[in-house]
């Protein structure tokens, strides 16, 4: 923990949790000058509010629109606290605008050897997502356009039809090309996503 004086520690609390939606793990606390005995403290006067292990939240700032997102994301925090979940699947076609149905559960992805069990509400998918299939949002990071139209063609829970719109829609406004679905397909094998990707093509999608 770095000593600071009481106005430094908090601005720099504060700079910390403006970036992160008003939220701070124990560890940035600490760095920026928190120890334990001041936590308790601050929480005990409602400075700040403790919303799960290791994680508070400063309430003068305003709930993020991703509040949802950005807590999952400091929840799937390892041991150096950075984040290993990515929002995936149809939670991804929302926030890419490719979709306008709302999922019942949110997605996410994580790596192999997470052992942490998911919120209520969220389904977990293991999965090596590498960085270049990855983009970051604020604290939390989401699959790219193209790896997510691989994602949910191989899922069960999404049906051809918002298949279809997704990917033509991908393609209208040039978030993926159809040569990067078609090696995408042809690498995993995924046959839907080839079938889908050859069907809109044929109807006037981009070639």
């Given amino acids: 923990m770095h000593y600071r004086s009481t106005l430094a520690a908090r601005n720099a609390l504060h700079v910390i949790a403006e970036r992160q939606?008003?939220?701070?793990?124990?560890?940035?606390a600490r760095d920026a000058g928190y120890g334990d005995s001041h936590l308790t403290y601050h929480v005990g006067t409602g400075q700040l509010v403790r919303v799960a292990h290791g994680l508070y939240r400063l309430p003068t700032i305003p709930l993020h629109e991703h509040d949802e997102f950005i807590r999952l994301a400091l929840w799937s925090r390892d041991r150096r606290g950075v984040p290993r979940a990515a929002l995936s699947?149809?939670?991804?076609?929302?926030?890419?605008?490719?979709?306008?149905?709302?999922?019942?559960?949110t997605?996410?992805?994580v790596p192999p050897r997470?052992?942490?069990?998911?919120?209520?509400?969220?389904?977990?998918?293991?999965?090596?997502?590498?960085?270049?299939?990855?983009?970051h949002w604020t604290v939390f990071s989401v699959t790219t356009p193209g790896r997510t139209l691989v994602d949910v063609a191989a899922a069960s829970t999404v049906t051809t039809e918002l298949l279809e719109q997704?990917?033509?829609?991908?393609?209208?406004?040039g978030l993926v090309t159809a040569d990067d679905l078609?090696?995408?397909?042809a690498?995993?094998?995924?046959?839907?996503?080839?079938?889908?990707?050859?069907?809109?093509?044929?109807?006037?999608?981009?070639a």
């Fill in 21 to 28: 939606g008003g939220y701070v793990t124990t560890a940035q």
């Fill in 107 to 109: 997605h996410i992805t």
């Fill in 182 to 185: 078609r090696r995408r397909a």
């Fill in 166 to 173: 997704a990917l033509a829609q991908a393609l209208r406004e």
């Fill in 89 to 105: 699947h149809e939670t991804a076609l929302l926030l890419h605008g490719l979709s306008d149905v709302l999922p019942t559960a």
């Fill in 187 to 206: 690498e995993t094998s995924h046959s839907r996503l080839a079938r889908t990707l050859t069907a809109v093509t044929a109807h006037g999608g981009t």
């Fill in 114 to 135: 997470f052992r942490k069990q998911p919120p209520r509400g969220c389904v977990l998918h293991v999965s090596r997502v590498p960085p270049a299939d990855l983009r």
